[in-house]
């Protein structure tokens, strides 16, 4: 069965620390991984996804099939990246179903 | 760049009552619409796929006879909770995907809050 774990709910750095979420995944396929972000009082919008191996905002994810991990990373963090934080699983391509983890709420702590 | 919208933002019903609740792509023309639904403090969760001018998919575990999805045309699918029951409340979130975009990106609605009394 397809699973999006994320290990911690909250999660709460300093201003200017660097930032780790976790994502780790189950699925027998080839993935497709995406991490989703939702400012308060705003929707959900794409984050960024492993295929196209961008840096938006600063964040970074590196698709690690060995460990099968999908952790997002920024070196240095700011106010503004307080948000929930969702990593996705594509289960379908070309249709995209998504599988989505938990969450984790990030708050960045001036 | 590409906007969802979904209409009523929040809506309160009597149990035995139905409730529709509209999902638009304003600027562009989408192919598939999914909706989810999400617990509160918990993940989303997919109810169905819907296709235009086909039948919905549902999800495992997800009853087709109590949640009606209609997507008549490329810019509106409808999702109608039949027979409502408290249990029934909860966010409901709708995305869609802009085949002109080349990759099926999913593009998300604001939600819509059920609450069902």
């Known amino acids: 069965a397809q699973r999006v774990t994320q290990p911690e709910k909250l999660l709460s750095v300093f201003k200017g620390a660097p930032v780790e979420l976790k994502c780790n995944y189950s699925?027998?396929?080839?993935?497709?991984l995406f991490w989703y972000v939702q400012y308060s009082r705003q929707r959900l919008q794409l984050l960024l996804r492993h295929i196209s191996r961008e840096s938006i905002k600063g964040f970074t994810a590196d698709l690690n099939k060995g460990e099968t991990s999908f952790h997002l990373k920024k070196p240095f963090a700011q106010e503004e990246d307080s948000a929930m934080y969702y990593c996705?699983?594509?289960?379908?391509?070309?249709?995209?179903?998504?599988?989505f983890g938990q969450g984790t709420r990030l708050t960045i702590n001036p | 760049g590409a906007v969802v919208s979904q209409h009523p933002s929040r809506v309160i019903c009597k149990s035995g009552t139905s409730v529709k609740i509209e999902c638009r792509s304003l600027?562009?023309?989408?192919?598939?619409m999914f909706w989810y639904r999400q617990f509160p403090k918990q993940s989303l969760m997919l109810m169905a796929t819907s296709n235009e001018g086909s039948k919905a998919t549902y999800e495992q575990g997800v009853e087709k006879d109590k949640f009606l999805i209609n997507h008549a045309s490329l810019t509106l699918s409808t999702l109608t909770v039949t027979s409502a029951h408290p249990e029934d409340s909860s966010f409901y979130i709708c995305?869609?995907?802009?085949?002109?975009?080349?990759?099926?990106?999913?593009?998300f609605g604001p939600g819509t809050r059920l609450t069902v009394t």
């Open positions: 699925y027998s396929g080839s993935p497709e």
């Open positions: 996705a699983l594509s289960v379908s391509r070309g249709a995209q179903k998504l599988v």
């Open positions: 995305s869609a995907s802009d085949p002109g975009g080349g990759d099926y990106e999913q593009y």
């Open positions: 600027d562009f023309q989408a192919t598939t």
